[in-house]
Nanobody
């Protein structure tokens, strides 16, 4: 079965950096586009970044452009999100996501807290 496991969250100060990772299994990772989403307290889940199967297409939410970098390693079936210049408004649970045949697959998420 599809498994997505996020790691790397934590507490960081305003302006700091974190690197999130997503370990994927149970499907053919190298042919799957992947997403990072986040959900802040009291807010809807929002798309943060997308990367195509070979990494040739990358998109970011306007709120993170220039600060976050999505990447993937198809040999290891992993995806990463490098987050720099973090702001308190980046505080959220971050989720790894795969969409396939109309189905959303989610990890359990990793909490990122940015203190001011």
């Amino acid at each position: 079965q599809v498994q997505l496991v996020e790691s790397g969250g934590g507490l960081v100060q305003d302006g700091g950096s974190l690197r999130l990772s997503c370990a994927a299994s149970g499907f053919t990772f190298r042919i799957s586009g992947m997403n990072w989403y986040r959900q802040a307290p009291g807010k809807e889940r929002e798309l943060v970044a997308y990367i195509s199967s070979l990494g040739g297409v990358i998109r970011y939410a306007d709120s993170v452009k220039g600060r976050f970098t999505i990447s993937r390693d198809n040999a290891k079936s992993t995806m990463s999100l490098q987050m720099n210049s973090l702001k308190p408004e980046d505080t959220a649970v971050y989720y790894c996501n795969r969409k396939a045949d109309g189905v959303d697959y989610w990890g359990k998420g990793t909490l990122v807290t940015v203190s001011s």
